[in-house]
């Protein structure tokens, strides 16, 4: 009441119809109608004044779930970037690790022949030692990356795709970008690690965007298969963009390959890293000029 009083001016004979302006369970105000004399206000001002609230409430509703929609954005790249430094860690760990393992065969060699008193002797203990610290590091970084992937559920791939083209519908609004989905019905779940997935998702409708600067339709189609090594759920993920160049189509899935000019070139190498380890895959199905198809899969669990 004291905020009433603050907000009305005092008039001595005076309405007051107040609606609370609200959405579900949620109460965001109050909304005050206020008459400078005496008036007995109608149902149909009632009404009048219920709608607006209900409208406003809606109002309020939409703009919250905007915030929402940039700040889970904003969330999903942090965490694209983390999965992208990740993977680097990853292949850089891999690929110290064979150099690593020549150096200590070479360090063996080296000391055939040594006496234990020759100074090279001591030496090459210390390289030993010296190639053993750098392999522990390794090993470190490469039980990192396998345990991130170890967090598996069962996921409905119809509400994985749902996500993400939710996640992405402003983007796909933006670029004038049509999508289309057809899930096949009753499909069983998969086991899979949810963020890992989203992000294969992403990746993929993110580059059918890119290769769309003019707009167009996208469709993904989510179907059991029978794949070379059982059941499957296979998606073909199909754009009418620009299309892969033939020069490219064999570089496209490898580490820092972009024929962008702010791209990064690790997202389809992400997508692949994420499904092989879902004992999945990813190829190029088909590409010309009018748009290009990729396809994924996922094994269905054992029964
Ligand atoms: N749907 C597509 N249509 C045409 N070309 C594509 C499509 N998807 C990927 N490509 C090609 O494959 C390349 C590699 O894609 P990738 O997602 O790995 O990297 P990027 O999109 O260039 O950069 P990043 O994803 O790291 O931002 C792209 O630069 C593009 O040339
Ligand atoms: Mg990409």
Redesign the pocket.
Known sequence: MNLFKKLIPPVSTSSLLAVPVRYDDDTFGILVCVSMGAYRFSDDDKHLVTALSSFGASSIQNARLYSKVFTVEEGLRRSERLT?LGLLSAEVAHEIRNPLTVLKLLCDTLSHGLTQDDPRTEDIEVMREKIQHMEGVVSRVLGMSKAQSGAFKSIDMRQAVENAVLLLRLKFQQAGVLVRTDVAECLPFIEGNPGQIQQVFL??L???V??MPTGGSLKIKVTPEKGQTGEVIAIY?S?T?????EE?KN???ESF????E??????????KRILRDHRGDIVLES?SRT??T?KIWFPLPAK
């Open positions: 992208a990746n993929l993110l580059n059918a890119q290769a993920i754009d963009g620009l299309g892969v160049p490219i570089k496209i899935f390959f972009t024929s962008r702010d791209g990064t070139g690790l997202g389809l190498a992400i997508v590409t748009g290009t990729f």
